[in-house]
């Protein structure tokens, strides 16, 4: 075996223990991102039940708000009809005043 034909050998050598070294190292980045994947999909999950339930949530407030707003409505209309008693008993009580 002459000299270049012992170079090109150590050259090829060292050129595939390079890429054992580089897929090794690719090998390990890629099991690193599968678990990253892993945890972003339990992550999406998680969030994903979280909407879910927030949108429950926000369906019973805005129940929550409607019925408000028709007590506060029917409260209102109380109010006015207290207004107007009060004022019919004190006209009838000034009526009363002078009558004595």
């Known amino acids: 075996m002459d000299a270049e034909t012992k170079q090109l050998i150590i050259s090829t050598a060292k050129n595939v223990e ?6 090794s190292e690719l090998k390990s980045e890629v099991s690193e991102l599968k678990s990253d994947v892993s945890e972003l999909k339990s992550d999406v999950s998680e969030l994903k039940s979280d909407v879910s339930e927030l949108k429950s949530d926000v369906s019973e407030l805005k ?3 409607s019925e408000l707003k028709s007590d506060v409505s029917e409260l209102k209309s109380d109010v006015s009809e207290l207004k107007s008693d009060v004022s019919e008993l004190k006209s009838d009580v000034s009526e009363l005043k002078s009558d004595v």
């Open 63 to 65: 129940s929550d708000v």
């Open 18 to 23: 390079i890429l054992l070294s580089d897929v």
